[in-house]
């Protein structure tokens, strides 16, 4: 976790479990790592990682089965797909656009420097 930002620690933690989804490192209806088992990992408190947990769950990325701890949803891909787009373009894209303007850079401009990437 970087304490460094300014964001939030289970902010962090749905963005590393984003992360493990959109690898595929976490396989749909496959069981994901426990609050205890994840908050060792990332040296961090198992509160927190709940309230990301508790956040996955009601994104519906992940579902808990009684006893057994909690399950990737077989449409878990999609749905941090859609959220991190809608992230990216709320967000990421926003300040794109507002270093655009401060440097006077059009959107010809970023369609040739995409085009010509390498």
Known sequence: ???????????Q???Y????????????DAKVPSVRELA?????????VLKAYEYLQDEEI????????FFLATDALSRVNTARREEFY???LNEV??????????????????????
């Open 13 to 15: 933690i749905i963005d």
């Open 97 to 118: 656009f507002n270093e655009m303007d401060r440097l006077q850079i059009s959107i010809n401009d970023i369609i040739e420097h995409y085009n010509n990437r390498k």
């Open 17 to 28: 479990c984003f992360n493990k989804v959109l690898a595929q490192e976490w396989s749909e």
């Open 1 to 11: 976790m970087d304490l460094k930002t300014n964001k939030p620690i289970y902010q």
């Open 40 to 48: 060792l990992e990332l040296s961090v408190n198992t509160h927190t």
């Open 90 to 92: 709320e967000t990421t």
């Open 62 to 69: 992940i579902y808990a089965k009684r006893g057994l701890g």
